[in-house]
């Protein structure tokens, strides 16, 4: 287990940890949490080794394999698969060994290098990488492409499932979900919950940590303070815990006031010398509670649309896509017909590369449409919050200059004061205060240029809005923030986000964008959620089938069948019977196995659930944690390889059947 005893960490003259104590049990799914600067990345570099406690005792075991993913955009010509087949550190270990083996001619240690090849999975290893790759929501094309073709938000997906693909004890994931859109994400989270090690997280994604996180651990001003469940949960607990801090808080301040009120009066009497000492020391050796200091909240809103037109656009029989540079176009989405009406909370949904972001794009009017016609209402006023911030921000400007600009820009049209002293004291209520107003953009973190694109745009008063993952970078606190300012705004809304709490706590309706074409979803995030699992099972099933027929030797070309002498009816329904039979019989015990497969799994699914739950009870014998992690392990490594039999059996059983 990871124990902290009285650990301090600095950076700089900052106290990160202030003499924290804490323990995180084998087989626990921890998120991290805290506001921005709290120390969470801080706290990740003591866990990986690349910090060192400036006090106290900090213990991880030195056998345990630790796995994260590293922050460097990489550089490569290596295909994605090769790139993330070299995450697995075991196997190339042994493959390094199978080749100084076979280099001195030495045939045990080539015996026992084929073996341990065996043992690390040589034979998947493959089909595992192209697994990952696949479910982050690349295509199969592009799984021999080299790295460097990707762009950077797509490297770093591959950087993802490179640190997924190495075995590990300790998996240590900062903000996972930063660069992923939504089918991603949900795969992601289903890979995760299988995932049987132990697992740290810092996410400011609520629901991805309520659905892997059995353990949460604040840090808040230099302390460490852990509860037992899931992000929720720990709201709750977090909640209930200061309602009777400041309850015991209000009682101790009564106590301590009454006597004081003795010693006041009763001090300089003689008779009651004694007892007035005696209440002076007992107010000296009382424990003092401190008093709960709520932090301050960052709250903002959307200021009232001078106008609503009703609809606020119209596409006709559009045709969306872009040009190249030599003026070629690549046409995305056809035959797109939709009206946005005032008021309407719609979010839009679609897996990765199906032209979500080409959607917003030309209703924002970045992009002209191919064919067709976008019809805006009169008054139409678009804020459009770009998956890219420095798609509308400057690196080298400051906040004040790209308020600045705006106003010229907006010139009469700009309904706000717009002299040097309103625009500063505007920054500030996004928290740009001092010399923040006059930093560049392109020295500051990704949620600060969040909060700089999203004053640009309620300075603007829109009616519509337009955004496009405006939670990337985004904490908890601001994320709620702006669902508040969405649920309170008065004109229309149009969403692309991976944050399923945003896109529940918002909208209304759903549009899919997929296979060229733009229409409504008629289901909820969940059904959604459930129809990107199946489409991921699908592209995963293709990747593997094209590799066994890859592997597999060509079949010699057989003979053509000699023509089949003409049967009476009653011979045809005496074959048809006997051949019916044959299938049955034959496919019987395959039947048989899947219904075994499916109880043996079921009981599996009860069994990790009852350990994991017991890891989660304070104070559990050390005996008993290892045993748990053990039984947990195996487990897990049972379930997978009965899933993997299920799905070999069910397509011999279809095979069978269409062999019938």
């Not at 001619?105 to 696949?134: C, E, F, K, N, P």
């Not at 067709?372 to 770009?386: H, M, N, P, V």
């Not at 489409?535 to 079949?555: G, H, I, K």
Request: a negative charge; aromatic letters at 6%; one cysteine or more.
């Amino acid at each position: 287990m990871i124990t902290l005893k009285n650990v301090t960490l600095r950076r700089g003259t900052k106290v990160v940890l202030d003499s924290v104590s804490t323990t995180i049990n084998p087989g626990e799914s921890v998120g991290l949490v805290g506001r921005n600067g709290a120390g969470k990345s801080s706290l990740f570099a003591l866990l990986s080794g690349k910090l060192h406690e400036d006090g106290g005792d900090f213990h991880i075991p030195a056998s345990w394999r630790m796995a994260e993913v590293a922050q460097n955009m990489p550089e490569t010509d290596q295909s994605a698969t090769d790139f993330v087949l070299e995450g697995d550190t075991r196997l190339a270990e042994v493959q390094q060994q199978l080749a100084q083996a076979e280099a001195s001619d030495d045939g045990m240690a080539i015996a026992h290098a084929y073996s341990d090849l065996h043992d690390a999975g040589a034979h998947d290893a493959v089909a595992r990488a192209q697994a990952l790759i696949l479910g982050l929501g690349f295509r199969v094309s592009e799984l021999d492409q080299p790295v460097n073709s990707f762009s950077g938000g797509w490297r770093m997906r591959l950087q993802l499932a490179r640190a997924l693909m190495c075995p590990s004890d300790l998996l240590l994931l900062d903000e996972p979900t930063n660069h992923l859109d939504l089918d991603a994400l949900v795969w992601l989270e289903a890979w995760l919950k299988r995932y049987a090690g132990t697992m740290i997280v810092i996410s400011h994604d609520r629901e991805f940590l309520d659905a892997i996180t059995n353990v949460t651990l604040q840090i808040q001003q230099g302390e460490l303070n852990r509860y037992g469940g899931n992000y929720s949960k720990f709201e709750e607990l977090r909640a209930q815990q200061l309602e009777l801090q400041q309850a015991s808080f209000a009682k101790q301040q009564e106590k301590m006031a009454h006597l004081q009120k003795f010693i006041d009066r009763f001090k300089a009497k003689a008779s009651k010398a004694k007892q007035a000492q005696s209440r002076v020391k007992q107010l000296e050796r009382m424990e003092k509670i401190g008093p709960v200091l709520a932090e301050a909240e960052f709250t903002f809103e959307f200021k009232e649309p001078a106008s609503l037109p009703n609809p606020m656009l119209a596409i006709s029989d559009a045709a969306f896509g872009y040009v190249d540079d030599e003026g070629s176009p690549t046409t995305i989405l056809t035959g797109v017909n939709r009206s946005v009406l005032a008021g309407q909370r719609i979010g839009i949904l679609g897996a990765n590369g199906q032209g979500k972001s080409t959607l917003v794009k030309t209703i924002a009017r970045t992009m002209k449409p191919l064919a067709g016609s976008i019809t805006e209402g009169k008054g139409l006023s678009i804020g459009y919050f770009a998956q890219q911030e420095l798609d509308v921000l400057r690196p080298a400007d400051n906040p004040l200059e790209h308020m600045v600009r705006l106003a010229k820009e907006l010139g009469p049209d700009a309904r706000q004061p717009s002299r040097e002293q309103d625009l500063r004291s505007y920054l500030g209520s996004f928290n740009f205060t001092g010399d923040m107003v006059k930093q560049a953009v392109g020295t500051m973190s990704g949620g600060e240029k969040a909060r700089l694109v999203l004053a640009m745009i309620v300075w603007q008063r829109p009616n519509l809005l337009l955004l496009d993952e405006p939670t990337n970078h985004l904490d908890l606190a601001t994320r709620e923030a702006l669902a508040m300012a969405l649920n309170d705004f008065d004109g229309t809304v149009m969403l692309v986000s991976h944050d399923r709490a945003l896109l529940r706590s918002v909208c209304e309706d759903f549009w899919m964008v997929g296979r060229g074409v733009v229409g409504p979803f008629d289901g909820d995030l969940d059904d959604y959620q459930r129809y990107l699992l199946e489409e991921s099972r699908r592209l995963r099933e293709e990747a593997r089938l094209a590799e066994q027929a890859q592997a597999a030797p060509e079949a010699p070309t057989a003979a053509a069948p000699a023509p089949t002498p003409p049967r009476d009816g009653r011979d045809q329904r005496k074959q048809d019977a006997q051949a019916r039979q044959q299938l049955a019989e034959k496919t019987r015990p395959l039947k048989k196995e899947l219904e075994q497969i499916d109880k043996r799994l079921a009981a599996l699914a009860a069994e990790r659930a009852a350990l994991e739950q017991k890891l989660t009870q304070e104070a559990l014998p050390p005996v008993e944690i290892a045993e748990c992690g053990r039984r947990l392990k195996a487990a897990n490594d049972e379930t997978e390889a009965l899933e993997e039999r299920w799905l070999e059996v069910s397509t011999a059983l279809e095979a069978a059947a269409a062999a019938g």
